[in-house]
């Protein structure tokens, strides 16, 4: 009922624990918090709140023109729905080092588990566009040592996400994941990695762990879980997925309307209410006060 009963810090010391057990953890990407509780019902090992998802649902593109107060908000909001870690997407930190600071004792307060700072420059661009570009090494350090400074909490997952495959190739790639967990971070995101060899590469080059991103219509091919179990992979996100799915089911349902004038054709394609009102957890409501479930599944 309402929030989650486990603490953020309590969620990011059993999101460490899993990390060390060396299990691969899937993280799709919760669109809202309903979708996070759907993301826990089924029994994955986490969330993902994807800055493309962010900025999509305001009708905006991913190019850095979301706020951390709009970040922070709605990631409070996603990450308080459920009992699992929740893992938010910082882009670039929001601006100089110690915006990047500021960004992660904004992000611990919202009670997510991790983050990751990426090292594009600014306006930053979705990792799998072309035309992107990224800062020189100094910067990509100094981004990650302030967001390691600022944390309190030493369980919040700091990833540094590196964008410096797609521009420069793998080599460098795998010189600039060494040196950011040199300057603290705890794992390694490399955007846009091209095939499992490249991911074996990396596994190879980082004792720390390694998050792939399985985007789709991206530069990655998608691989499955059990491929990327094979090539030592820690976390798997599925960023856009699940939009991409509800808004996919949206507009046809809206072409049905148009041409039918009815959904009855779709019904059985929707989420009952039945579904809604279980998973929601509306019986706890009526428990915690009488009058307010009226709903009979008969009906
Ligand atoms: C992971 C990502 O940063 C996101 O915002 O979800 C995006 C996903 C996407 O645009 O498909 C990315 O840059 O890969
Ligand atoms: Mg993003």
Redesign the pocket.
Known sequence: MLYARTSPAEKRLLFREQLRSGELLRFP?AFNPLSAKLIERKGFDGV?I??????ADLGLP?IGLTTLTEVAGRGQQIARATELPAII?A?TGFGEPMNVARTIQTLEDAGLGGTHI?DQINPK?????DGKAVVDTDTAIKRIRAAVDARRDPNFLIMA?TDIRAVDGLPSAIDRAKVLVDAGADAIFP??MASLEEFAAMRAAVDVPILA?M????KSELFSVDQLRDVGINIV?W??SLLRMAMGAADRALDTLLVEGHLTSRLGEMQHRAELYDLIDYASYNHFDASVFNFHLEH
């Open positions: 990407g993902y994807s800055g493309a998802v962010l900025s991913d997407d882009d990426e661009r979705c990792g799998h566009l996400r955007e846009a991103n985007t789709e219509f991206g996100i960023p856009v």
